[in-house]
């Protein structure tokens, strides 16, 4: 056997698993048969790719021999050896069952289908929105092999593209091809030569993304294409139409008729899903504005400053929303002079219809302030509902709007479960100290969907020449007034 006893201080030498280095780590004592092989096992392991020195995904406590197993296992995979490798981790997964990163390097390892969907299910029982495991069992449903490289994938590159042509739908009476219109009294789109009045509404359905899922797919696209405009034909009378990127309607300047944008040719965006319809006739959003305009706030302004309105120019149109629900974990802990006192209390909230508006102009803080909206009002997306208003294509891509969807739902769970003092105690030496309560929230999982909402924008002009935006929100009648433009004086 071995021995591993210092001779130069008598304390027990450490055996570097990695270099295979044997040393004292209180008198730095190297043996010195082993000193001229160092310098070329540490080139060698420099040589070796950067997945060797991946980082953990797993949070808690790792056992010692599971730790070791573990790393025994990636030594072996880095050297090809793959029956020694998925021996190995699957020693570390005997010894800490919950050790995620073992289980997901045997799904690597081992050539076995089965084997490798068992590990897998595995580390998302334990963490359910674990990327790589999700991505890797994607590759598995759709009969690819999987391995290291597989998740090393390029992030998609952002591509241009002045111009592309598109596809659209002319929203036409089926029975004798006039032009269709909302009602929005009834809520029902129809004609308005025939009368003919389209399929009833469809109420919304009970579907949406994950989020994890939708992001993964995006991040395998080889483009993100940036698109300046499209070019569309009317189906009605055959003339081009330019539209904007972000527009996703449009009414032919010659025959009247409106084409909405189906796809084009790079499938560079995605169609909604819900739609909230119009309610409200522009005579009375009319009316929800001058009320607001008697709120106490928009009335001490006029102390100062006259804001009453010589003319009014209001325009509704269909504005994109992404919503995210978002499915949180809360725990509170009991703290005293920076120490947890007791075990901490975990459960599960939600915060659902987060609406983060998908457009740069408007601008996102006027938009946002629009909320809530009741979905529960809302049908599955048709081209049909866009018969009398217009609307707007999404600029905001998916990635960053959960971003900000995040942000909003972790500032309400801190007002919903605040950081608070709770009593007060004294500690060993008599002293006064206070006992808060420490909340923090982790966002496990978030589904969403892409709807479009009803907007009003008004354009104010007062009686003083100053001129200002209002927005607002169709369904509610909530309205949102933009900051006052002055008029030039000289």
């Given at each position: 056997?071995a021995n591993?006893t210092?001779?130069?201080?008598?304390?027990?030498?450490?055996?570097?698993?990695?270099t295979?280095?044997?040393y004292?780590?209180?008198?730095a004592?190297v043996r010195p048969d082993?000193?001229?092989?160092?310098e070329?096992?540490?080139q060698e392991?420099?040589?070796r790719?950067?997945?060797?020195?991946?980082?953990?995904?797993y949070?808690?406590?790792?056992?010692?021999?599971a730790?070791?197993?573990?790393?025994?296992?990636r030594?072996l995979?880095?050297?090809g050896?793959?029956e020694?490798?998925?021996?190995?981790?699957?020693?570390?997964c005997?010894y800490?069952?919950d050790?995620?990163?073992a289980?997901?390097?045997?799904a690597?390892?081992?050539?076995?289908p089965a084997?490798?969907?068992?590990?897998?299910?595995?580390?998302?029982?334990?963490e359910?929105?674990?990327t790589?495991?999700?991505h890797l069992l994607?590759?598995?449903?759709q009969?690819?092999p999987?391995?290291e490289?597989?998740?090393?994938?390029?992030?998609?590159?952002?591509?241009r593209a002045?111009?592309?042509?598109g596809?659209a739908?002319?929203?036409?009476?089926?029975?004798?091809?006039g032009?269709?219109?909302?009602n929005?009294r009834?809520?029902?789109?129809e004609?308005?030569?025939c009368?003919?009045?389209?399929?009833e509404?469809?109420r919304?359905?009970?579907?949406a993304n994950l989020?994890?899922?939708?992001l993964?797919?995006?991040?395998?696209?080889?483009?993100r294409?940036?698109?300046?405009?499209r070019?569309?034909i009317c189906?009605?009378?055959?003339a081009?139409?330019?539209?904007?990127?972000n527009?996703?309607?449009?009414q032919?300047r010659?025959?009247?008729?409106?084409?909405?944008m189906?796809?084009?040719?790079?499938?560079?965006?995605v169609?909604?899903?819900?739609i909230?319809?119009f309610?409200?006739?522009?005579e009375?959003?009319?009316?929800m504005?001058?009320r607001?305009?008697q709120?106490?706030?928009?009335?001490?302004?006029?102390l100062?400053?006259?804001?009453?309105?010589a003319?009014?120019?209001?325009?509704?149109?269909?504005?994109?929303?992404?919503l995210?629900?978002?499915?949180?974990?809360?725990?509170q802990?009991?703290?005293?002079?920076?120490?947890?006192?007791?075990e901490?209390?975990?459960?599960?909230?939600?915060?659902?219809n987060?609406?983060?508006?998908?457009?740069?102009?408007p601008?996102m803080?006027?938009?946002?302030q629009l909320?809530p909206f009741d979905?529960?009002?809302?049908?599955?997306?048709?081209?049909?509902?866009?018969?009398?208003y217009p609307?707007?294509?999404y600029?905001?891509?998916?990635d960053?709007a959960?971003?900000?969807?995040?942000?909003?739902?972790?500032?309400?769970?801190?007002r919903?479960?605040?950081?608070?003092?709770?009593?007060?105690?004294?500690?060993q030496?008599g002293?006064q100290?206070?006992?808060?309560k420490?909340?923090?929230t982790q966002?496990?999982?978030m589904?969403?969907?892409?709807?479009?909402?009803p907007?009003?924008?008004?354009q104010?002009?007062e009686?003083?020449?100053?001129?200002?935006?209002?927005?607002?929100?169709d369904?509610s009648?909530?309205?949102v007034?933009?900051?006052?433009?002055?008029k030039?004086?000289?």
């Amino acid at each position: 056997m071995a021995n591993f006893t210092c001779p130069v201080c008598g304390q027990r030498l450490t055996l570097d698993f990695a270099t295979g280095k044997v040393y004292c780590r209180h008198c730095a004592y190297v043996r010195p048969d082993e000193i001229s092989q160092l310098e070329a096992k540490r080139q060698e392991i420099e040589a070796r790719p950067l997945s060797a020195h991946l980082p953990l995904t797993y949070k808690g406590e790792i056992l010692p021999r599971a730790l070791a197993a573990f790393r025994t296992g990636r030594e072996l995979f880095n050297q090809g050896n793959m029956e020694g490798a998925l021996e190995a981790f699957l020693r570390a997964c005997e010894y800490q069952r919950d050790f995620v990163d073992a289980h997901l390097w045997v799904a690597k390892s081992s050539p076995n289908p089965a084997v490798q969907r068992e590990h897998l299910e595995i580390v998302l029982a334990y963490e359910p929105v674990h990327t790589e495991a999700i991505h890797l069992l994607k590759k598995l449903d759709q009969g690819l092999p999987i391995s290291e490289s597989v998740y090393a994938e390029a992030q998609p590159q952002e591509a241009r593209a002045e111009s592309v042509q598109g596809h659209a739908k002319a929203l036409l009476c089926r029975i004798c091809g006039g032009t269709l219109s909302l009602n929005e009294r009834l809520g029902l789109v129809e004609c308005s030569f025939c009368g003919f009045v389209e399929a009833e509404r469809e109420r919304r359905t009970d579907s949406a993304n994950l989020l994890i899922l939708s992001l993964l797919e995006r991040k395998t696209q080889p483009h993100r294409w940036k698109v300046g405009t499209r070019i569309m034909i009317c189906q009605q009378c055959g003339a081009e139409h330019t539209l904007l990127a972000n527009k996703l309607s449009v009414q032919c300047r010659f025959c009247g008729a409106t084409s909405v944008m189906i796809s084009d040719v790079l499938r560079s965006f995605v169609q909604p899903d819900f739609i909230l319809p119009f309610r409200h006739t522009p005579e009375a959003v009319r009316a929800m504005i001058d009320r607001a305009l008697q709120r106490p706030g928009q009335r001490l302004a006029n102390l100062f400053n006259t804001n009453q309105i010589a003319h009014m120019a209001i325009e509704g149109a269909y504005v994109p929303f992404w919503l995210f629900d978002a499915f949180v974990k809360v725990s509170q802990t009991h703290i005293v002079q920076g120490v947890p006192i007791g075990e901490s209390q975990t459960w599960q909230d939600m915060v659902g219809n987060v609406a983060i508006p998908a457009v740069q102009a408007p601008p996102m803080h006027s938009l946002i302030q629009l909320a809530p909206f009741d979905m529960q009002r809302a049908v599955n997306y048709a081209p049909k509902w866009l018969a009398e208003y217009p609307a707007e294509l999404y600029t905001l891509d998916l990635d960053k709007a959960s971003l900000e969807a995040r942000s909003l739902v972790t500032a309400q769970m801190r007002r919903k479960y605040p950081y608070e003092v709770t009593d007060q105690a004294r500690n060993q030496h008599g002293m006064q100290v206070s006992r808060v309560k420490r909340t923090t929230t982790q966002i496990t999982n978030m589904i969403f969907s892409l709807a479009l909402l009803p907007v009003w924008i008004a354009q104010l002009t007062e009686v003083d020449g100053d001129m200002r935006l209002a927005f607002i929100n169709d369904q509610s009648g909530k309205v949102v007034f933009g900051e006052t433009r002055r008029k030039a004086t000289r």
